[in-house]
């Protein structure tokens, strides 16, 4: 039987979090240093950070990666510019597989790389053309990647794919089929990462979180909203977030989506952006924002769609650059710029109280 459980939650309701007003930095580094070789680059549009078990900070910047001390003093970098195998030509994702075991994901050089903090890069995979995100690690050594290889009008394929040291390249597990409905645009665009023991797949174009075991097999489903329609109507605006079970039939949740579209005064959550898992298993679901504004949203929730609060920086245009680029034990880790465009990285405490009733 189908069944479809719906929250319906008013933005005022949810327990917000202002990042721009956080006092409570459990660890900072940045700013102009005596060497300027020590400084976060400024060009870097996104440096994923994470903490390790023993407190140690990694930060993964475009062609190295360096480890601090809880008391922001550089501990250790590893790696260069180049296309050797101890070097990294662009990285732009990361995350921890074990508890001291980083993955990076180098972009130009078409691979990712386990990297350990004392030995160094311990071995590289060739990715193929695949990608990951940094929400991509899998508890016992091993990653998440994937490849898109099919981009037509009505929908589109995903291979997901297994990256494990002791295997020479990525092996499929299970093939992803991007959907879309009518009016819909795009093609099924999709983040694919790692949430607790289980993969999810946020579809962006159809606002749907997909959640898989890791042999493949759906296991749940959060239908977040009506994302990009083909029209200018400002009323739509999503406000419902709708959880499927696996054994919803398509043609109810068609329906579903047709009471809701023809429901007077129907009101909406806007599209989300993208979406990432922290460290303490829920996801950071980021809305779409007006083109240009500097405003960027995350509502979190747990991995059934209850949401457990929502954080919002309003210094998120490139003048002020802020974003959320890792998590540390449940808080999040902020790479912001300041006035004379020098960047910092802060772990900010946060906490977004009980679940309004």
Known sequence: MNSLRLEALELSTLP???????????WTFGGIQDDVEAELPSRAAYMPAMQLSDGRIAVIEPTRVRYFGVDGRELSRIGQAGAGPVEFGELRAGCMTSDTILVVHDAKNDRLGFVHPERGVVVTIPLLRARMSSSACLEGGSAIAYRRITSREDAARYQVLLVDPMLPEPQEIFTLQGTTRPGMIGAGGASIGVIGDRIFAADADVGVI??????????????????????TDESIRERTAVTMSADSRPEDVAAFWDRLLTAPRATWWPAFADVRADDIGRFWIELAAERKSPTRTWVVTDTLGFMVGMAYTAQ????????????????????????????????????FGNRPQ
């Not at 075991?213 to 239908?223: E, K, P, Q, W």
């Not at 998590?327 to 990285?345: C, K, S, T, W």
């Open 16 to 26: 917000s979090v202002d990042l721009d007003r956080l006092a409570d930095t459990s």
């Open 316 to 351: 998120g245009g490139t003048s002020s650059y802020h974003d959320v680029v890792g998590f540390a034990d449940g808080n999040v880790i902020m790479l912001h710029q300041d006035e004379v465009g020098a960047r910092h990285l802060s772990i900010l405490g946060i906490t």
């Open 210 to 231: 997909r959640l898989y075991s890791t042999a493949g097999v759906l296991l749940d489903s959060l239908v977040w909203g009506l994302p990009r329609i083909a029209v």
